[in-house]
């Protein structure tokens, strides 16, 4: 049976991209020990005018993580589309996905981490 999904708003009080990172550290250990098949992070995409630090700093976090094998993969927002690949096959972890309000909408302020 497939995971569900986990939401985190890790960007909702603009933390320090440090604090950021400790944000996805935790809801990807407690949504594996709750059975989810993914966690959407919203992060924001730098609309303040600093440059999305905290996109950039959880992107360059979750590709150490998933070579390192701790993740199965990322799908950026902007690539949460039926025809990616990345997509389709999370599909199969985690069907929830399919029914995501941000499938189609290429939004660059989040990014899904498939467990």
């Given at each position: ?31 594996r ?49 039926i ?33």
């Amino acid at each position: 049976m497939p995971g569900y999904l986990r939401e985190a708003d890790i960007k909702y009080d603009m933390p320090a991209s440090d604090i950021a990172i400790k944000r996805v550290t935790y809801n990807i250990r407690v949504a594996r020990q709750l059975g989810a098949g993914a966690v959407k992070f919203i992060h924001g995409y730098g609309s303040t005018g600093r440059g999305g630090k905290i996109r950039t700093e959880v992107r360059r976090y979750l590709t150490d993580q998933k070579r390192f094998g701790r993740i199965r993969d990322f799908i950026t927002g902007e690539d949460f589309s039926i025809f990616d690949e990345s997509t389709r096959a999370a599909f199969a972890l985690c069907d929830e996905l399919r029914r995501d309000r941000d499938l189609e909408r290429h939004n660059n302020g989040v990014t899904i981490a498939v467990l």
